[in-house]
């Protein structure tokens, strides 16, 4: 379906909408005769497993306009544009030091740890100060941070300790 109407939207406006559904490949966004879409990369800075963990249907939301196919008059947006970069604040407060996380992975690798800031790393097992630890989802560890990427947005860590759960 192709539109005469050219499209109203141009990349970098920014723009509100109503969001009227949370799918897997993103939200989609009622823009007031126009629909966009916000994919998993451009919601949040942070990971996050379902669209619906950043806004619901119903729910009024913000947006950058990235591109506009004119044929589909589809509006490409971003929602963490308009965030501020965690990982970039975990960066300048957070390198070199010690930091508390849960491990939230585990893989042949090695497992991941999500710290308090919301921000995942990776603890190679060759990197783990007592060998290669057995991990299990939601233990809770103290790390430091040795290595960060900002292009990748990878960030290393290395196992200072283990810390006792509730239950221990």
């Not at 379906?1 to 939207?9: F, Y």
């Not at 990776?122 to 233990?139: H, K």
Request: proline share 6%; glycine share 8%; net charge negative.
């Amino acid at each position: 379906m192709t539109s005469s109407r050219p499209p109203r939207w141009n990349p970098g406006e920014v723009c509100q909408g109503k969001v009227i559904d949370a799918a897997d490949f993103g939200l989609v966004i009622d823009l007031g005769g126009d629909i966009g879409v916000v994919t998993p990369a451009n919601l949040s800075w942070l990971s996050v497993d379902h669209p619906s963990e950043v806004a619901e249907n119903g729910q009024l939301v913000t947006a950058v306009v990235l591109s506009t196919d004119p044929y589909t008059r589809q509006v490409s947006l971003s929602m963490k544009t308009l965030t501020r970069d965690p990982l970039a604040e975990f960066a300048r407060s957070k390198f070199d030091s010690e930091v508390n996380g849960t491990v939230s992975k585990v893989t042949p690798i090695g497992a991941f740890a999500k710290t308090e800031e919301g921000v995942i790393g990776l603890i190679e097992n060759s990197r783990a100060s007592n060998g290669c630890p057995e991990f299990q989802v939601g233990d809770p560890v103290t790390v430091r941070v040795i290595h960060m990427n900002m292009t990748s947005r990878r960030v290393k860590m290395t196992l200072v300790e283990r810390r006792a759960t509730a239950s221990e």
